[in-house]
């Protein structure tokens, strides 16, 4: 499985941006996916993940009410609608696919994207 993040760019604070990640094989339809980001000097964390489905997500505290996780199966795609965004977001992020039990951390996932850079001016 390959997963391609794009959509990344550099924004005023206030604005919005959509991520995509694009995998590739069938395990893309079957997977639990999840969003994480790293800013520079920062450890990697955990934004926001979904259920193969899409029936159920998960935020960080730092991304509800501004962020929205989606998928679209039929496309292979996964989605993150970044809105009202802050300086404070400025990160590489990275799409993943869930493999272990839990949920918000790093280690349970694999199959990372390359990441795609977002960066929010004040």
């Known amino acids: 499985v390959q997963l391609q993040a794009s959509g990344g760019g550099l924004v005023q604070a206030g604005a919005s941006l959509r991520l995509s990640c694009e995998a590739s094989?069938?395990?893309?339809?079957?997977?639990?996916m999840g969003w994480f980001r790293q800013a520079p000097g920062k450890e990697r964390e955990f934004v926001a993940a979904?259920?193969?489905?899409?029936?159920?997500?998960y935020y960080a505290d730092s991304a509800k009410g501004r962020f929205t996780i989606s998928r679209d199966n039929a496309k292979n795609t996964m989605y993150l609608q970044m809105n009202g965004l802050e300086p404070e977001d400025t990160a590489v992020y990275y799409c993943?696919?869930?493999?272990?039990?839990?949920?918000?951390?790093?280690?349970?996932?694999?199959?990372w994207g390359q990441g795609t850079l977002v960066t929010v001016s004040s």
């Open positions: 993943a696919i869930r493999r272990r039990s839990r949920w918000f951390q790093p280690a349970d996932y694999d199959y």
């Open positions: 979904t259920t193969w489905s899409g029936g159920t997500t």
């Open positions: 094989g069938r395990t893309f339809r079957s997977s639990d």
